[in-house]
């Protein structure tokens, strides 16, 4: 019987693939059979993760805020791998500051990235998914943030906000060419984008607030990606997928 949740044969591109959520994607569709092309910026995390793929994957640099690379890197892709199947947006900053000193550069740097990054690339990934007629998956990565009103972050979460606008408007565009478009919503995940915070009192104060008990790590968003990137997802399009071990729909009432 055929694995459903096989990436065999699939070419993914992780943007942010270097670390974190991203590189517990990454090795999770490596390990499920796909080709994957990791990308980043910082040419020390670059080399690691490239040592960690090992050889027929890659990392590439990118910045996912130049659209011209973005072109570039797609085009590229499909040159040397034949086709890109499966793109995952989940680049990402954090700038967290009130709204009353929030700089308009904090507000740019943090749309730039999260949703003009992705628009960049799920317009290139589309493209080339259309040209090749085999359709495809693409899967954003929002936030808890998405749904939540966090305070401090009116940039983060304005932007992972859209994020869903952008997912639902995509999936029903490329619906007609085969091509799924969904939302992965981690909660909170110890990685660099967060490491300061959850290392002091709020990591406890966080864990005790979800109803698992317990922070996410990145591998807990590995199978809900390789899912949304899989065959298993063939009729899943437009969705929100929350992995955030129940944080955001906890009734704060019966807290303890
Ligand atoms: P990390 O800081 O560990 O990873 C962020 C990644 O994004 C890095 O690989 C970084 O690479 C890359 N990146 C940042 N800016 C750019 C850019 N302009 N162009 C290309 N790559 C870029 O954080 P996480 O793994 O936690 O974050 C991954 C995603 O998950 C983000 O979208 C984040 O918002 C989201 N998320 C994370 C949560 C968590 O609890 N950790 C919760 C909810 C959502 P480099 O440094 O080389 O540029």
Not at 196 to 212: Q, V
Request: aromatic share 6%; hydrophobic share 45%.
């Amino acid at each position: 019987m055929r694995n459903s949740f096989s990436l065999d044969g699939k070419v993914a591109l992780i943007t942010g693939g270097n670390g974190g959520i991203g590189r517990a994607i990454a090795l999770g569709y490596k390990e499920m059979g796909a080709t994957v092309i990791a990308s980043g910026r910082n040419s020390q995390k670059n080399a690691t993760m490239a040592q960690e793929l090992g050889d027929g994957h890659a990392v590439i640099s990118l910045d996912v805020r130049d659209e011209e690379a973005v072109n570039q890197a797609v085009t590229a892709i499909v040159e040397k791998y034949g086709s890109l199947d499966i793109l995952v947006n989940n680049a990402g900053i954090a700038r967290r500051i009130n709204i009353l000193d929030m700089d308009t550069d904090d507000w740019h740097a943090v749309i730039d990235t999260h949703l003009n990054g992705s628009f960049y690339c799920a317009k290139a990934a589309a493209k080339a998914m259309v040209n090749a007629g085999k359709g495809g998956k693409i899967i954003n990565i929002g936030s808890m943030y998405s749904l939540l009103g966090p305070p401090n972050v009116v940039n983060y979460a304005a932007a992972k906000t859209g994020l869903l606008g952008l997912t639902r408007g995509l999936a029903v565009e490329l619906a007609v060419h085969n091509i799924q478009v969904n939302a992965l919503l981690p909660g909170w995940h110890k990685t660099d984008l967060n490491r300061a915070l959850l290392d002091g009192p709020l990591g406890e104060e966080i864990r005790h607030k979800t109803p698992a008990r317990r922070l996410g790590t990145t591998d807990d968003l590995a199978g809900a990606a390789i899912f949304l990137a899989s065959a298993a997802a063939d009729f899943v399009t437009g969705s929100s997928v929350v992995v955030d071990g129940g944080y955001s729909i906890m009734d704060r009432r019966w807290e303890d």
